[in-house]
């Protein structure tokens, strides 16, 4: 995400069931890249493996965190291996496995396959599959998934609590269940808090769908003449797209759409035209995951939402009066208040958000 490097489809993950064949192709044949290691000397070891360069990518950078947050609980080491096509994350995590740890991570549905083949061949190495899992069930294969959709739902809310005219949208990837998460809860979010309340969702599709921000930009464009004020940017790293489309609409007007971000804060590449993130931690799911498994507890699928603090909104975490997000400007306190309660509603199982993936 722009700045934060986003990659060219780390936003919306999905299953490579889906769609993974066809993703996988986008490969460059980069070598593989050696992060850094470090933590303590007796305790367990744990490596990282990621589907691309971590660089500026918020969404990876919280998988390091979570790995090294995971050595320093358990005095141990960690040793992260960056990727940057197929080729390399086959090498990388032969590599990793080769080096026998603890616990071997991995990030992205890029390495649902990898994965799969490694837990045959070596049934004594414990993996960790973030967002995403395997076809096939391996006692020694973790899998840690999220619900996107409960925060979605809140990011949909606070459209519905600020929208002028009534009209919500969304510019989503693919017209599939697994992407609708990102614009069906949305739409809810907003009626929920205002009925009465309309929405749109228009769809990038196409060759690239993942990183197309000159059609995402037309799509946001075409919402916006349409009357919608708020929408939900679920565009991979076509979201830059919708941003600009922001931004010119504002220069243009003086006024336009606002937009909402995903996997990471995206105010600060955008300021003044997004008003929140839906936030996918994979820190969390990272550092909990590894703890799982070391406590003997592993071989299962753990889903990752509001409850378990592993989806949020930047508007919801600390830090946000330097997130130059609009839902911190202070005529939104009161906003933020009413998504507060519906958090801790969907927390508690007070009030279930219909998954378009289920």
Do not use: W
């Not at 790995?67 to 994350?89: C, E, I, L, N, Y």
């Not at 035209?273 to 799911?285: G, Y």
């Not at 005529?331 to 279930?352: C, P, Q, S, Y």
């Amino acid at each position: 995400m722009s700045p934060l490097s986003l990659r060219t489809h780390t936003s919306l993950r999905i299953t490579a069931a889906a769609v993974g064949a066809v993703l996988l192709a986008t490969g460059c044949n980069a070598a593989a890249k050696d992060g850094d290691s470090g933590g303590g000397g007796g305790g367990k070891a744990f490596t990282l493996v990621t589907p691309d360069p971590v660089a500026q990518n918020e969404f990876l950078k919280l998988a390091v965190s979570g790995v090294k947050a995971a050595a320093k609980a358990h005095d141990g080491s960690q040793k992260v291996f960056q990727s940057s096509d197929t080729g390399s994350r086959q090498q990388n995590v032969a590599s990793a496995v080769d080096s026998a740890p603890d616990v071997v991570a991995l990030v992205g549905f890029e390495f649902a396959d990898i994965v799969a083949q490694q837990a045959e061949a070596h049934p004594d190495q414990q993996f960790l599959l973030v967002d995403a899992c395997t076809k096939k069930t391996y006692k020694n294969v973790t899998c840690a998934v999220f619900r996107e959709h409960e925060a979605v739902f809140l990011a949909g809310a606070e459209a519905g609590l600020l929208t002028g005219s009534k009209k919500v949208g969304a510019v989503d990837v693919l017209d599939t269940p697994q992407f609708r998460r990102y614009s069906e809860p949305f739409a809810a979010g907003a009626r929920k808090v205002r009925p009465g309340v309309r929405s749109r969702t228009l769809f990038v599709g196409g060759q690239s769908p993942f990183n197309d921000a000159a059609r995402a930009k037309d799509q946001a464009s075409t919402l916006a003449s349409g009357g919608v004020d708020q929408v939900m940017a679920a565009a991979a790293a076509g979201n830059t797209g919708v941003f600009q489309a922001a931004k010119a609409a504002k220069a243009a007007k003086g006024e336009g759409f606002q937009a909402y971000g995903v996997d990471a804060n995206q105010c600060l590449g955008s300021p003044g035209v997004v008003v929140d993130n839906v936030l996918k931690k994979t820190d969390v799911a990272v550092e909990k995951g590894i703890g799982q498994i070391l406590d003997g507890k592993g071989g299962t699928t753990v889903s990752y939402g509001l409850k378990e603090g592993g989806m949020s909104l930047t508007g919801l975490e600390p830090g946000l009066a330097d997130s130059k997000c609009l839902i911190a400007e202070p005529a939104n306190k009161d906003v933020l208040k009413r998504v507060e309660r519906l958090r801790d509603d969907i927390a508690a199982g007070k009030l279930t958000v219909d998954d378009p993936a289920a």
